[in-house]
């Protein structure tokens, strides 16, 4: 069974440019969060969709979004990139909404 | 708001030593908790998850225990190996919540 699957692996990016990242779920899986990793911080809760729906929202700012689709993938949108938006983002899956939640490998982007 | 510490925030022990990890949060009224382990530049890997109703899980040289009451949680690991190096997570969550995780405990084991 696949995992977790985020693409792309790697991104290298201006200030002012936009993003989108994509996640591809555990087959079966209905619920997908985002989190953000910068350099020496730790995990900061971005988004939670579940069925389609945005359930919850971290503390970023509105230029940060996503979308859930019907196959249950997910993408998520930065706009007008800033420096400190550099870091690592993972996505992760469950079944369900309260259940173990598995990681993907992560997209590292950079912000020049 | 939910609030989660680990202690220590690094720890550098000798191969085959037995460990305690520690996590602690300020709202005892979690729905789970789980613990990961993620290796440099990588996503997490999952290791256990506790119901809020359980008291401790078991995965091989692994064992998480949950004591609500006290807002604590510990992962004991045995006989610890150098492939065991990583950062170890906790995260917890609340009914309707988001999981919130702690920083993270810096395990190095050496040969």
Same mark, same amino acid.
Request: net charge neutral.
């Given at each position: 069974?696949?995992?977790?699957?985020?693409?792309?692996?790697?991104?290298?990016?201006?200030?002012?440019?936009?993003?989108?990242?994509?996640?591809?779920?555990?087959?079966?899986?209905?619920?997908?969060?985002?989190?953000?990793?910068?350099?020496?911080?730790?995990?900061?809760?971005?988004?939670?969709?579940?069925?389609?729906?945005?359930?919850?929202?971290?503390?970023?700012?509105?230029?940060?979004?996503?979308?859930?689709?019907?196959?249950?993938?997910?993408e998520?949108?930065?706009n007008?990139?800033?420096?400190?938006?550099?870091?690592?983002?993972?996505?992760?899956?469950?079944?369900?909404?309260y259940?173990?939640?598995?990681?993907?490998?992560?997209?590292r982007?950079?912000?020049? | 708001?939910?609030?989660?510490?680990?202690?220590?925030?690094a720890?550098?022990?000798?191969?085959?030593?037995?460990?305690?990890?520690?996590?602690?949060?300020?709202?005892?009224?979690?729905y789970?908790?789980?613990?990961?382990?993620?290796?440099?530049?990588?996503?997490?890997? =999952?290791? #256990?998850? &506790?119901?809020? !109703? %359980?008291?401790?899980?078991?995965?091989?040289? /692994?064992? +998480?225990?949950?004591d609500?009451?006290?807002?604590? =949680?510990? #992962?004991y &690991?045995?006989? !610890? %190996?150098?492939?065991?190096?990583?950062?170890? /997570?906790? +995260?917890?969550?609340?009914?309707?919540?988001?999981?919130?995780?702690?920083?993270?405990?810096?395990?190095?084991?050496?040969?």
């Amino acid at each position: 069974e696949a995992g977790v699957t985020q693409s792309p692996t790697h991104l290298i990016k201006t200030r002012g440019q936009q993003v989108t990242l994509r996640c591809s779920p555990i087959s079966g899986h209905t619920s997908v969060y985002w989190y953000q990793q910068a350099l020496g911080l730790g995990l900061q809760f971005l988004l939670w969709y579940d069925e389609g729906e945005e359930r919850n929202r971290g503390n970023f700012p509105p230029r940060f979004s996503g979308r859930q689709f019907p196959n249950y993938s997910s993408e998520l949108n930065v706009n007008a990139l800033e420096l400190e938006d550099s870091a690592l983002y993972l996505c992760a899956s469950s079944f369900g909404t309260y259940n173990e939640q598995f990681f993907g490998p992560g997209t590292r982007l950079t912000v020049l | 708001k939910q609030e989660v510490t680990q202690i220590p925030a690094a720890l550098s022990v000798p191969e085959g030593e037995n460990l305690v990890l520690n996590c602690s949060f300020t709202d005892s009224a979690i729905y789970n908790l789980q613990w990961f382990r993620q290796d440099p530049g990588k996503g997490l890997t =999952s290791l #256990l998850l &506790i119901q809020s !109703s %359980q008291r401790e899980q078991t995965s091989g040289r /692994l064992n +998480a225990s949950l004591d609500k009451s006290s807002g604590r =949680s510990t #992962l004991y &690991i045995a006989a !610890s %190996q150098p492939g065991d190096s990583a950062t170890y /997570l906790c +995260a917890v969550r609340n009914y309707g919540q988001n999981f919130v995780f702690g920083p993270g405990t810096r395990l190095s084991v050496l040969p």
